[in-house]
């Protein structure tokens, strides 16, 4: 799945949470990608002069599991192919539960090595709390809603599919 997911929705989605009065939509990024992820990119989607907080989360692939002794040696994302459709919806939630300006969310598939970037989202509100809240709600469903599957192989041979 490359690319950009479209912001103006496809057909049988939803149209993109709109902001308070009816002006650009709040919904301003949202992909996934088997090319390296740009933190500049998603921070730059979400800027917006009406907005007093931006929080924005990198989740990066470290070189451990929760197991102390499972050296991570590398990892592949799988994405459903309702993965976009899902992700949407995820993020027209958070846009519609918060005062959302501007909200971002980019998530890679394929093959990634230690250090890579997995995902970036960002969210631009009026106030800093409401952005933190929002942005942690967003990368919170969207790790337990949207169908992105982990694969992890270990330094000792051992592998394990996370999310799957």
Do not use: N
Not at 69 to 91: C, I, K, Q, W
Not at 139 to 156: G, S, Y
């Amino acid at each position: 799945m490359e690319g950009m997911a479209p912001v103006s929705g496809a057909p049988g989605e939803s149209a993109p949470a709109r902001r308070a009065g009816g002006s650009a939509p709040a919904v301003r990024l949202l992909a996934i990608r088997d090319t390296p992820l740009s933190v500049d990119e998603v921070l730059a989607a979400v800027g917006d002069d009406a907005a007093g907080g931006t929080a924005l989360f990198v989740g990066t692939v470290r070189d451990h599991d929760e197991r102390p002794d499972a050296l991570v040696t590398g990892l592949s994302y799988t994405a459903h192919p309702t993965a976009g459709t899902e992700l949407r919806r995820v993020a027209e939630k958070v846009a519609a539960d918060f005062p959302v300006r501007a909200l971002a969310a980019v998530h890679r598939v394929g093959d990634l090595r230690v250090g890579d970037i997995a995902v970036v989202v960002a969210v631009a509100c009026p106030h800093r709390g409401e952005a933190f809240a929002a942005s942690r709600r967003l990368i919170d469903d969207l790790k337990r809603e949207v169908p992105i599957w982990k694969h992890q192989t270990f330094a000792d041979g051992g592998q394990t599919w996370v999310g799957a």
